[in-house]
């Protein structure tokens, strides 16, 4: 009796299910009325009575397997039918949405890759700033009208009145404070105004802003890293231009224009018929500003500049309202999208 036990518990484990026929076979010869298991029920009545309970035992567990084994093998079949009935595979997929980087953070990333592989370092600042590292230590005179209530956001921090900062020099001027020179570094970060905003103007943009200061930088260097600058940004053909300027902190100072890039310096209405575009302000690194950060200005001299980030976004993909960068608007963002 036992053998036979053994012999029906080895057919079910061997017996191949991957249909439904099969399946239906199955049933019947180990779970129908005339099954095999039946039949050695029906066998039980001649074991001697000391063994019953053992192979009555024995039984009921081939039993319970051969139920556990056809419901498995059900369940198995119906889950690959209902995938099978729902789902059409001829259709054509749904292409998958991918995000895309802000144009203002590609820009930027650009712009310092582009510092970076001169040896210029990233620098980072607070956004709340005081007016000694906003203005004072960058040499703007008490009444200079940039730290006039009409450019400045002003925040109470407990005691003492911060600003906003207005622009990222002021990262710059703890760089100095805490490093010896030479220094190489650029802060790209945003800054705030307290302008109306409109398609030229905002509340709120970014910079980057850079620093070269050891012994010997003159202004031609200033000159030759910006028309690296440049070429690398607009292309090999880029030329720029500079014109005389004026900033509290540099001295002297300039501002500087990059030729059309959208009319090859023809003329057109970007650049208003002139053929140059400005992008950015910069100069040699006032004496006062050095001493003031506890830079021997016997010594050293370095050179400043900063740009807009949304100024050189503009230019390169010609956007023309300032606002599109802040508003969220997924019809601009979308046309960011890498394609895959
Ligand atoms: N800080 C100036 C600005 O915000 C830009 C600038 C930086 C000009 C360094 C000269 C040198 O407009």
């Not at 061997?14 to 180990?30: C, G």
């Not at 009575?49 to 056809?70: H, M, V």
């Not at 959208?262 to 575009?277: M, R």
Request: glycine share 6%; proline share 4%; with cysteine.
């Amino acid at each position: 009796m036992k053998d036979s036990i053994d012999l029906v518990n080895k057919s079910i484990t061997d017996f191949k299910i991957d249909n439904s026929a099969a399946l239906e076979q199955f049933r019947i010869k180990f779970l129908g009325s005339k099954s095999e298991i039946k039949s050695l029920f029906s066998e039980l009545k001649s074991v001697p009575n000391d063994q019953k309970k053992e192979i009555g035992k024995l039984l009921n567990d081939l039993r319970i397997f051969a139920e556990e084994t056809y419901e498995n093998h059900k369940s198995k079949l119906e889950t690959i039918s209902s995938v099978k009935s729902d789902v059409d595979f001829s259709r054509p997929g749904e292409s998958i949405q991918t995000g895309a980087h802000h144009p203002i953070s590609t820009v930027k990333n650009e712009i310092v890759e582009i510092f970076n592989r001169i040896g210029y370092i990233v620098s980072e600042g607070p956004e709340i700033e005081d007016d000694w590292h906003n203005f004072s230590a960058l040499n703007f005179p008490k009444e200079h009208p940039a730290r006039d209530m009409q450019d400045t956001f002003f925040v109470e921090k407990g005691e003492r009145e911060m600003a906003l900062r207005t622009h990222t020099s002021s990262v710059q001027v703890r760089v100095m404070e805490n490093t010896n020179p030479p220094i190489r570094t650029i802060s790209p970060g945003r800054v705030y105004r307290n302008e109306a905003i409109s398609a030229r103007a905002h509340c709120f943009f970014h910079q980057v802003e850079g620093l070269f200061i050891d012994k010997n930088v003159s202004f031609a260097d200033l000159k030759q890293t910006l028309l690296y600058f440049a070429q690398e940004m607009f292309g090999e053909k880029a030329q720029i231009r500079m014109r005389p300027s004026y900033f509290p902190f540099t001295e002297p100072s300039a501002e500087v224009d990059v030729s059309c890039t959208i009319c090859n310096s023809k003329g057109c209405n970007v650049c208003k018929y002139t053929g140059w575009l400005e992008i950015l302000g910069c100069g040699m690194v006032d004496p006062n500003v050095l001493e003031a950060s506890g830079i021997d200005s016997k010594i050293y001299s370095g050179f400043a500049f900063g740009m807009g980030v949304e100024r050189i976004t503009q230019l390169k993909y010609k956007v023309n309202d300032l606002r599109m960068y802040s508003e969220n608007d997924i019809r601009f963002l979308k046309q960011f999208t890498p394609t895959l």
